[in-house]
């Protein structure tokens, strides 16, 4: 059984979140909780841990039915790419699935891809 | 430039109030000329249009309700590029303004209509250290939106500074694409994003 299947997804008002194995995690909906990672922090770097486990070369985020965050869960992605930044060269790489629908997309995740160089990356669904 | 601004509603005093420009602790940053001379409420022309007024407690659990709120508003009356900018800049705004906002005062958040502009207005009372924090903040994103923003990220993936602080702001100013000015009266701040239609 991979380490993914085993992780406990906490839920959230307004957000989905679906481990599709082997390696993708969909995000769906809106974050607008102040304190983000008090419920969302310790699933992400769960996720982490396993892809680490799993020795995945990649793991797709894929945010394309994620219509909003707010600014504090933007720190959530940063964190994210901090860990895979601190895995590297011997971790994975992140693929996050992005769409132009939603105009916050692009300049976060392009912002994190920058700080986080080699590491994490963007592809456009549309 | 408070000659030009239209007093607005219960407003009056804060619409007609001049852009504060507190002491900057960079030498550089005073040598810059101001940039905060046009007000939003300047640019909305003489019968701009209140479309929601709002007021709420400082600290109120609200903003997943706000943002369903003002999705549902900007996306049922203006275009959906314009609509998501409003819609961010309103829940940051609203965010800054509940998060910083004095306890015994309300946080008012308002949205105005004039000629071709969208103004978010924000209003609350805070204590002095803050007005300066933010005050210092808005003068680094008006001189680089982008540059703030990527900082204030780095920031965040580095551990250092206050997590949490600044980063909405900077949002507004680079995700949404809008000016943001403030205006100061006292332990009063108004924030105000301003968005072409």
């Keep these: 059984m991979s380490s993914l299947q085993s992780i406990s997804i906490p839920t959230v008002d307004s957000l989905t979140l679906d481990i599709q194995l082997p390696n993708r995690l969909k995000m769906g909906g809106r974050i607008t909780h102040q304190e983000p990672g008090k419920v969302l922090g310790g699933f992400l770097k769960a996720v982490h841990d396993a892809a680490v486990r799993e020795s995945l070369s990649t793991f797709e985020l894929d945010v394309t039915e994620l219509k909003f965050v707010n600014s504090s869960s933007i720190r959530l992605f940063l964190d994210w790419a901090g860990l895979v930044k601190a895995q590297a060269p011997n971790g994975y790489k992140l693929c996050i699935l992005t769409t132009r629908k939603f105009t916050w997309q692009k300049t976060s995740f392009v912002a994190i891809t920058a700080l986080a160089a080699g590491c994490v990356e963007i592809r456009m669904a549309d | ?197």
């Design chain 2, 1 to 197: 430039m408070p000659g030009a601004s239209k007093p607005l509603g219960t407003q009056n005093t804060l619409a007609a109030a001049k852009p504060t420009r507190l002491p900057s602790a960079s030498s550089s940053e005073d040598a810059r000329p101001a940039r905060r001379v046009a007000r939003p409420i300047a640019r909305l022309g003489p019968s701009p249009s209140t479309l929601i007024h709002i007021e709420c407690n400082s600290g109120a659990d609200i903003l997943d309700y706000a943002h369903t709120f003002f999705t549902a508003y900007t996306e049922g009356h203006f275009r959906p590029h314009v609509a998501q900018k409003v819609t961010i800049a309103a829940f940051e705004l609203l965010a800054n303004g509940l998060r910083y906002g004095t306890m015994s005062d309300k946080v008012v958040i308002e949205l105005l209509q004039g000629n071709s502009w969208i103004v978010v207005r924000v209003t609350n009372s805070t204590i002095m250290a803050r007005i300066a924090m933010l005050t210092e903040h808005l003068d680094k994103i008006q001189a680089s939106p982008e540059g703030t923003y990527v900082e204030e990220m780095r920031k965040s993936l580095t551990g250092a500074g206050q997590r949490g602080a600044m980063l909405g702001l900077a949002r507004v100013a680079h995700e949404a694409g809008l000016e943001i000015f403030s205006t100061v009266e006292g332990s009063r701040v108004v924030v105000e994003a301003c968005c072409p239609t």
